[in-house]
């Protein structure tokens, strides 16, 4: 499937925002680490939610930027808990971007975030197994 021909996933992104000349540096480009974070944000809440409480990244795997983004994008994020250790949890994202006046999305990164849960003593602590979709 060429790049031009992929679709972004059927479910509901887990962050959407417009970027915004603040997300720049100062040649007008979109800092990258303002899309890590951002998809970082969503890992964080597909950990929680599963967790049922705090959970940490420990590590980001696999990250490569395919497109720029540019102020007035849209980026969406999208995602999905893929599998679940005794205290740890891998989370796949992508984010994709659309712009302004268009339907077409296009991919822009994707990466695997690994969470750890851990208790109010920063302790890690058990995560419960994955449900069948």
């Known amino acids: 499937m060429h790049a031009a021909d992929e679709l972004p996933p059927e479910e509901s992104p887990a962050v959407r925002v417009i970027a915004m000349p ?3 540096n100062p040649y007008g480009d979109i800092f990258g680490g303002w899309l890590m974070s951002l998809m970082d944000s969503a890992a964080g809440s597909v950990a929680a939610r599963h967790s049922k409480g705090r959970a940490v990244t ?3 795997e696999g990250m490569t930027f395919l497109r720029p983004v540019v102020v007035g994008d849209e980026v969406s994020v999208f995602a999905k808990l893929v599998s679940v250790g005794r205290t740890s949890m ?3 994202v992508e984010a994709w ?3 302004r006046h268009d339907d077409r999305s ?3 990164t994707r990466a695997t975030f690994t969470f750890v849960a851990i208790g109010e003593d ?3 602590r058990t995560v419960p197994p ?3 979709a």
């Open 106 to 108: 296009y991919r822009v």
């Open 130 to 132: 994955m449900t069948a």
């Open 58 to 60: 420990i590590a980001v």
């Open 122 to 124: 920063r302790q890690p």
């Open 22 to 24: 603040a997300d720049t």
């Open 90 to 92: 891998k989370i796949d």
């Open 97 to 99: 971007r659309r712009t």
